[in-house]
């Protein structure tokens, strides 16, 4: 009984940090940028296609495909942000977010004309046997997912609280017009946050296609799952990101075991009903203030 | 002036005599027109691997067909649409190959859900519709709305049931976990299956359904090592197949599996999970690429799998893609034998047709159900083999006799 409870638990806990990761990046992205960007399970997808590509295809060390896909789904993120989401900024909110929804389509059928529909396998370097903790059952490629969602978790919470461009972001979050009189480059901080979260949708990508597969429609389910996330903590909020996607990992986790998991996609847009019911801004939102 | 006149006249007419036979009169004109068919897959979202294959093994079908003169004498042309893995973009598919191509008869669409949402709107314009994959009995069953053109030529989940029913006993699953997909396929499979189980005096513990795009199946997993299952019956496709045994393993449930739906079968599996992860796994399918002979029409089958290997496709979906290739050959057939391609007089061919093909003996029911073979297989030392057939013309009797 309570090593089954252990199990989901665990189970929920490590989808829970991927889930955190997609919801990090596109909440930054709105947070600071206003763009809800539509294309965010595409960049999760590149991720885990530029690690295949790299590894399983190039025969790269598995290590080394995975840190450069994510500077690869950076990338990217960086020039769809010149290209397009630069020329847009002056539009209202739902230019830009047409033109994800857009770029959305294309990137994931340029997926299906460039890698073929089928589902593809990484095979990475970690051990199949799976290995027992006391009650729960485990294998260490899922380990190194939750660990690396950890990892990048806090580094990306030191970049925003410690240092010059994370600085620069939170100026630009709090007022645009303030942070460029300030003399912020806010072009350049608009680019960092696109890239920047375009690259933990693409980390997040690589490690659960590591654990799960590769395939191109693979980021629809995981965008609606981090939309859900963000609402849930609270548009824009970093904090909320995390314990919305640990709250959704876990719910959804003891939903499929324990009520049905027929309804384990609808346990949790139900926890989120009940959830804006009772604080319609979110866990940690604020308010929302007329901008 | 006058005599300009007949002089113009007279060229007129010469160039009109001319003209006549190099293409103004009409039938003559058609005569070299392709005949369309319509063909609707998933060639994006969750199953567009599948959706790809069937895709594939149409087109070597149609290019078969062509280079033996077409039908009628005329070419055959598919249209293919994506239906983009969801019944909303099926009905629109449908539309679009209705009205704006015209064609007169679809071949689709893959999943239950998906057919189940053309076929009111192919009844109403009275387009017939071949399906090719799906198994939910709902789509042959008299009450649902646009069954009427419907003919079949993929077993409905009972009569895999059936066809795999004498098998049962001898499988020593007793206490069963099923997990399906959350479809009108798996839903009906989930049903016809459990029943056929109960009535072997088996228990099913638990029935757990998992999304069209879910990728993680530890929880539905976990609960069947709780419940403390001696085996697990899966209805999904090939990827997701694999994906639950690997995981079946990591939580260290080791059981007996059968998989039903035709889908997965040994090399898709072994390929995708590993031969150690796939071993001991049974699958119901319904044709073998391995032995020509067990086809309905062994020429065929041979020529398929050559074409199939020729063209580089991935050997993984060949049986997939079957479905696609016994499609269009039925389709042809009934074109030609309803002597001109227009949609009531396929539909009235349809009915009475009768052909051999890959998945056995294509001949329809009053309710447009085809019976095919039952194949059990299994993965034997990471190799395929052969548990037990029933091949198609049993099964008719199986089905008459119940």
């Known amino acids: 009984m309570i090593a089954e409870l252990v199990q989901h638990l665990v189970n929920g806990l490590i989808v829970g940090g991927g889930y955190a990761l997609m919801g990090i990046g596109l909440t930054l992205i709105f947070g600071i940028m206003r763009v809800v960007n539509f294309a965010h399970g595409e960049l999760y997808m590149l991720g885990a296609f530029f690690l295949y590509t790299l590894f399983s295809l190039a025969g790269l060390n598995f290590f080394v495909s995975s840190a450069l896909a994510v500077v690869g789904v950076g990338v990217v993120g960086a020039v769809i942000e010149r290209l397009v989401l630069r020329r847009l900024r002056d539009q209202p909110i739902e230019i830009p977010m047409l033109a994800t929804v857009a770029l959305s389509v294309i990137i994931q059928n340029a997926a299906i004309l460039l890698w073929d529909p089928s589902p593809k396998t990484i095979k990475h370097v970690f051990s199949p046997v799976p290995f027992t903790l006391g009650p729960v059952h485990m294998v260490w490629i899922r380990v190194f997912a939750g660990a690396m969602a950890v990892a990048l978790i806090v580094s990306s919470h030191l970049l925003i609280q410690r240092t010059r461009i994370g600085r620069a972001m939170r100026a630009t979050f709090q007022d645009t017009d303030m942070a460029r009189l300030t003399g912020v480059d806010v072009d350049r901080v608009y680019m960092f946050t696109f890239a920047f979260g375009a690259a933990l949708a693409g980390a997040s990508g690589a490690l659960l296609g590591a654990v799960f597969w590769v395939y191109p429609a693979m980021g629809d389910l995981a965008a609606l799952k981090s939309f859900a996330v963000v609402i849930m903590g609270g548009l824009g909020n970093f904090l909320g990101a995390i314990v919305g996607g640990l709250l959704l990992g876990v719910s959804e986790s003891l939903g499929a075991g324990y009520v049905s998991s027929g309804y384990k996609d609808a346990i949790g847009f139900v926890l989120i009903i009940i959830l804006l019911l009772w604080r319609p801004q979110g866990l940690f939102g604020k308010k929302s203030v007329p901008r | ?402």
């Open chain 2, 1 to 402: 002036m006058n005599r300009s006149n007949t002089l113009v006249r007279a060229v007129l007419a010469a160039a009109l005599v001319a003209l006549l036979p190099m293409g103004i009169d009409p039938a003559l004109a058609q005569s070299k027109e392709p005949i369309k068919i319509g063909l609707i897959q998933p060639l994006s979202g969750p199953i567009a691997a599948a959706g790809s294959y069937i895709t594939n093994a149409a087109k070597i079908a149609v290019d078969r067909i062509n280079a033996k003169g077409g039908v009628l004498g005329r070419p055959l042309e598919l249209v293919i649409e994506d239906n983009k893995s969801d019944p909303a973009e099926t009905r629109n598919a449908a539309e679009k190959l209705i009205v704006r191509d015209k064609v007169p008869i679809i071949i689709g669409a893959w999943g239950s859900s998906m057919t189940l949402a053309m076929m009111p709107l192919a009844a109403q314009h009275g387009v017939p519709i071949l399906v090719e994959t799906s198994s939910s009995s709902k789509i042959t069953d008299p009450k649902t709305p646009g069954q009427k053109v419907v003919s079949r030529i993929s077993p409905t989940s009972e009569l895999e049931a059936l066809g795999a029913g004498a098998l049962i006993p001898k499988l020593g699953m007793k206490k069963i976990g099923y997990l399906a997909v959350n479809t009108d396929w798996g839903r009906g499979a989930a049903a016809a299956f459990g029943e056929a189980f109960k009535k072997n005096g088996a228990t099913v513990e638990a029935v757990e359904f998992v999304g069209q795009a879910d990728t993680d199946f530890y929880a539905q997993l976990t609960k069947f090592k709780a419940a403390g299952v001696d085996s697990v019956v899966i209805t999904d496709d090939a990827p997701k197949t694999a994906k639950m045994l690997q995981q079946m393993k990591e939580l260290g449930l080791d059981v007996k599996v059968l998989v039903t739906g035709g889908s997965a079968w040994p090399d898709s599996i072994v390929q995708l999970a590993g031969a150690k992860a796939a071993e001991g796994a049974m699958f119901i399918n319904f044709y073998n690429p391995y032995d020509y002979a067990m086809a309905g029409d062994p020429e065929a089958s041979r020529a398929y799998v050559e074409e199939w290997k020729k063209r580089n496709l991935p050997w993984i979906g060949v049986v997939e893609g079957m479905r696609g290739f016994d499609a269009v050959n039925v389709v042809a057939k009934a074109i030609e034998s309803a002597k001109e391609p227009t949609a009531p007089k396929i539909q009235a061919a349809l009915k009475t047709l009768e052909t051999r093909g890959l998945y056995g003996l294509n001949k329809f029911d009053q309710n447009g159900q085809s019976y095919c073979n039952i194949i059990v297989t299994q993965v034997k030392d990471g190799k395929y083999s052969v548990v037990a057939v029933t091949p198609s013309s049993k099964l008719w009797e199986l089905a008459a006799v119940k």
